[in-house]
C-alpha cells in the first residue's frame, strides 16, 4: 500500500487526510484498433507508481476497467483515460507516460480532449509540486498539450478549477476548427458527467466507513446505502484501515460511478462522480446528499449538446434551495462541444 500521506494536526492531536481529488481525463481521437485496455497492468503500476499510489482493486464492463487505489480511482476505456487521485498524489507527473502508452502500446495517435479538474484543496500548501498551486499545473498541461485553457470558478474558499483544450463556444481558432473536423467523421458519441464534491460531513454517516462500525465494505456500502443511488451497478468496493472508503461502479455501455470517503471529523470529505445518462439528476443527487448529509457542496455537470442529461441549467436554476440546501453561487460555460456547469450549496442553518 502506498504511503498513507496523513498528516498529523499537533494541535487537536487529530489526523488530516486531503480527501479533495485532482481528477484528469484524457479523451483519444478514435482510431480502429486502438485501445488503451492493450496497456498492461505492470505497466499502469509504474505509471503508478509515478503518482504515489498503488492498485488494490480491479473490476470491469464490457467498456471500462475500473481500478481502485490506494488514492481514488482509475477508469480505462477505448479512447478515455480517467485518473482521480487524493491526499499528497501528483497525477500531472505521469501524464507523459501515460501518452507515450496511448502511441506505443494502446495505437493511438493524437489527444482529442483533455480536462483536468480540482476543487480548492482544504491545504494547498502541503500538495507536491506541480499541485501546490494551479499556475504551476497549467504550465505543466501546457507544456503537454499546447495552448490549453484555464478557468476558476466560484469564491475563493470554494473554488474550482478547471483546465481544457475546448475552447469557449464562439471563441475562433485552429483548435476549434480540428475539433469540428474530428467530431465531423465521428458517430457522435454522447457525453455527461455528475461531480458532488462534499465536505463536513453529518458524523454518524462518516462513522460507517470505519472498521470500528462496519465488518466490511460491503457492508459500509449496504448501510449507507451507497448501493441503491444508481442501482444495477457491479460495485467494487474498499475500506480502509482503521477508516476511509472508496468504490467503482461499472454497468453495461461504458457507465461507471466512484465514491471515494474520507470520514474523519476534522477533515470529512466524500466525492461521488458518474456518467449514467440520466435525463434529469433529481433522484442521483438527493439520494447522494441524503446518503452523506454534507454541510456543503460543490456540484458540477459536464454534457455535449446530445447527451440525455440536456437540461441541468433550468435544473440548476430551480435548485435555489435544494432538501434544505441554498445555492450560493451558479456559473455556467458553453465550450464547443460541451457545456458546463457549476454551483455550491450551503446547508441551511437548522
Ligand atoms: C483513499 S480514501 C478516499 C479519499 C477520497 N479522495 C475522498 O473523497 O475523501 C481516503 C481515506 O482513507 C484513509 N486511509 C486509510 N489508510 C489509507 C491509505 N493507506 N492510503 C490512503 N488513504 C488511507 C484516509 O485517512 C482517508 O480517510
Not at 71 to 84: A, D, G, T
Not at 115 to 126: D, G, L, N, T
Not at 321 to 329: P, T, W, Y
Request: charged share 25%; net charge negative; with cysteine.
Amino acid at each position: 500500500m502506498a504511503e498513507t500521506e496523513i498528516i498529523s494536526n499537533s494541535d487537536k492531536n487529530e489526523q488530516f487526510f486531503e480527501g479533495v481529488e485532482k481528477l484528469i481525463e484524457i479523451w483519444f481521437t478514435p482510431v480502429q484498433h486502438a485501445d488503451l485496455r492493450k496497456i498492461t497492468r505492470q505497466q499502469w503500476e509504474n505509471v503508478l507508481k509515478i503518482v504515489r499510489c498503488e492498485i488494490i482493486s480491479f473490476t470491469q464492463s464490457d467498456q471500462v476497467d475500473a481500478y481502485v487505489l490506494s488514492e481514488s480511482s482509475m477508469f480505462v476505456s477505448r479512447r478515455r483515460w480517467i485518473l482521480k487521485t487524493c491526499g499528497r498524489t501528483t497525477p500531472l507527473r505521469c501524464v507523459r507516460a501515460v501518452l507515450a502508452l496511448a502511441y506505443e502500446t494502446a495505437g493511438h495517435t493524437r489527444v482529442q480532449n483533455v480536462f483536468y479538474s480540482r476543487r480548492e484543496f482544504a491545504r494547498p500548501e502541503a500538495q507536491l509540486k506541480p499541485h501546490d498551486n494551479f499556475d504551476s499545473e497549467v504550465e505543466l498541461l501546457d507544456s503537454f498539450f499546447g495552448d490549453g485553457r484555464a478557468y476558476i470558478m466560484g469564491p475563493e474558499k470554494d473554488c474550482w478549477y478547471l483546465y481544457t483544450l475546448l475552447p469557449l463556444e464562439g471563441t475562433v481558432d485552429a483548435l476549434e476548427k480540428e475539433q469540428r473536423e474530428v467530431t465531423d467523421r465521428e458517430v457522435p458519441e454522447p457525453d455527461q458527467t455528475i461531480e458532488i464534491l462534499m465536505s463536513e460531513l453529518d458524523p454518524t454517516v462518516m462513522d460507517i466507513f470505519t472498521r470500528a462500525n462496519s465488518a466490511d465494505s460491503a457492508q459500509a456500502t449496504k448501510a449507507s446505502g451507497i448501493d441503491q443511488i444508481i442501482p444495477g451497478m457491479v460495485i467494487d468496493d474498499y475500506l480502509f484501515d482503521p477508516c476511509g472508503y472508496s468504490m467503482n461502479g461499472v454497468a453495461k455501455d461504458g457507465y461507471y460511478m466512484t465514491i471515494h470517503i474520507t470520514p474523519e471529523r476534522s477533515c470529512s470529505y466524500v466525492s461521488f462522480e458518474s456518467n449514467v445518462p440520466v435525463e434529469r439528476y433529481d433522484r442521483v443527487l438527493r439520494a447522494v446528499l441524503a446518503a452523506f448529509r454534507p454541510a456543503k457542496f460543490i456540484l458540477t455537470i459536464f454534457h455535449t449538446p446530445d447527451a440525455p442529461g440536456t437540461e441541468p441549467l433550468p435544473e440548476l436554476k430551480a435548485y435555489h434551495s435544494l432538501s434544505g440546501f441554498e445555492q450560493k453561487e451558479a456559473q455556467h460555460c458553453r465550450f464547443s462541444g460541451y457545456e458546463l456547469h457549476y454551483a455550491l450549496y450551503n446547508k441551511f442553518p437548522s
